[in-house]
């Protein structure tokens, strides 16, 4: 059970630039999201999914693509980077997501992304 | 909307004596709320979390917190501080119905706190 797997653990790209940040988790969970850490911003939400083929967006989706094709994966996709995207991403997971509900959200380890 | 404020963004305190890192939340829902920990270069871990089961809840490594309901508050507490500790600590809060306001569910960062053990 390696629980939320992210990959790259680093990438440095050029402005203009597209890539993918890949998230795969093996918990079954119907939930997983995206949210990126800034200094002194705590994290922030980027996109959701609620089950595979239903995706929504967070509090800061503009510049980010998602698509949920199967329960376990949830690619995060930068069409043009921007320095602005200088961030550290996490992916997460959890069994549900209802508003009621306790279930503890399990977190990647993250990828460090530096946009020149 | 649901918010949640971090009050310090820095904590220093000596091993050995007391931690404090004070939240308050913004909820015209029945909240439901957490303390996360990053240590450095480090993913997010759960120390705790509020299930309204009671209002004093504990967690890993000797941590704990209150809820409060009356003041709108979610501390985290721990009576010695080890150098282990040192890390950023996020409180969280779960988001209610979007119809109140809320984020559907998902959870809603403070600023964090970072907190510094000195020997």
């Known amino acids: 059970n390696a629980g939320v797997t992210q990959t790259p653990k680093f990438q440095v790209l050029k402005t203009g630039q597209s890539m993918t940040l890949q998230c795969a988790q093996d918990?079954?969970?119907?939930?997983m999201s995206w949210y990126r850490q800034d200094p002194g911003m705590g994290l922030r939400l980027i996109h959701y999914?609620?089950?595979?083929?239903?995706?929504d967006q967070g509090e800061v989706p503009n510049g980010y693509n998602v698509s949920r094709s199967t329960t376990e994966d949830f690619p995060l996709r930068l069409l043009s980077a921007a320095p602005s995207q200088t961030s550290v991403y996490f992916c997460?997971?959890?069994?549900?997501?209802?508003?009621?509900?306790?279930?503890?959200?399990?977190f990647g380890p993250g990828t460090r992304l530096t946009v020149l | 909307a649901q918010s949640v404020t971090q009050l310090d963004s820095h904590v220093s305190v000596s091993e050995g004596t007391p931690v404090l890192l004070r939240c308050n939340y913004s909820?015209?829902?029945?909240?439901?709320l957490f303390w996360y920990v990053q240590h450095p270069n480090k993913g997010l871990q759960l120390l705790l979390k509020?299930?309204?089961?009671?209002?004093l809840v504990k967690g890993i490594n000797g941590f704990e917190a209150e809820f409060k309901k009356s003041e709108t508050s979610f501390h985290l507490t721990k009576p010695s501080a080890h150098m282990s500790d040192a890390a950023e600590y996020f409180c969280?809060?779960?988001?209610?119905?979007?119809?109140?306001?809320?984020?559907?569910?998902?959870?809603?960062f403070g600023k964090g706190t970072k907190l510094s053990v000195k020997p």
């Open positions: 997460a997971s959890s069994r549900t997501l209802g508003t009621s509900s306790y279930n503890e959200q399990f």
């Open positions: 918990m079954n969970h119907e939930y």
């Open positions: 999914s609620v089950g595979a083929g239903i995706t």
């Open positions: 909820s015209s829902y029945s909240p439901s």
């Open positions: 509020y299930t309204s089961a009671a209002t």
């Open positions: 969280v809060v779960r988001g209610g119905p979007k119809l109140y306001g809320g984020s559907q569910g998902n959870l809603i």
